[in-house]
């Protein structure tokens, strides 16, 4: 398996993204990267207290962040765009506990004109899927992606539909 590091400071942005971020104290720091064999996003998920619901159990709405998360990084590392979450939907199978690795992946399913559908999951480390999740995407044109990150100057200029 080959991984290539995803990381916000790649782009000529600042960033203190919630779920990715390793500058971000509050946030949940995951390390997301691409698995370039298997076309892939990939990280290990390691959730402590901080993002509790129960006081066992990770959170749901942490959950989604970080699949939310995982799908963008498929579209921005895959596809090379940014993308805007437009709708999406998730499944909890199981339970993840505080202070347990799990798994996270997530691909591009498909993709039509600016329209991109993307998939995650995270699994255990018996390799059962913990939760699922479908992303609806838009690839930002260049009015949006500078509304949502400034000015581009840099590489990001390449990441967005003209």
Request: glycine fraction near 10%.
């Amino acid at each position: 398996m080959t991984l290539k590091p995803l990381r916000n400071t790649d782009f000529k942005f600042p960033s203190l993204c919630f779920v990715c971020d390793q500058g971000n104290e509050r946030g949940m720091q995951v390390p997301f990267a691409l698995d370039t064999e298997r076309g892939r996003v990939v990280a290990e998920l390691n959730l402590g207290q901080p993002f509790s619901g129960a006081p066992n159990y990770v959170h749901g709405g942490a959950i989604a962040a970080v699949l939310d998360e995982a799908t963008a990084w498929a579209v921005i590392a895959l596809l090379e765009r940014f993308g805007i979450t437009r709708r999406s939907e998730t499944s909890y199978k199981k339970p993840l506990l505080i202070g347990e690795t799990y798994q996270v992946e997530a691909w591009v399913e498909e993709q039509e004109d600016r329209k991109v559908t993307a998939r995650a999951q995270i699994l255990g480390q018996d390799g059962e899927v913990h939760a699922e999740f479908t992303g609806k995407y838009r690839v930002m044109d260049r009015a949006e992606a500078e509304k949502a990150i400034g000015q581009l100057s840099g590489n990001e200029a390449g990441y967005v539909r003209e």
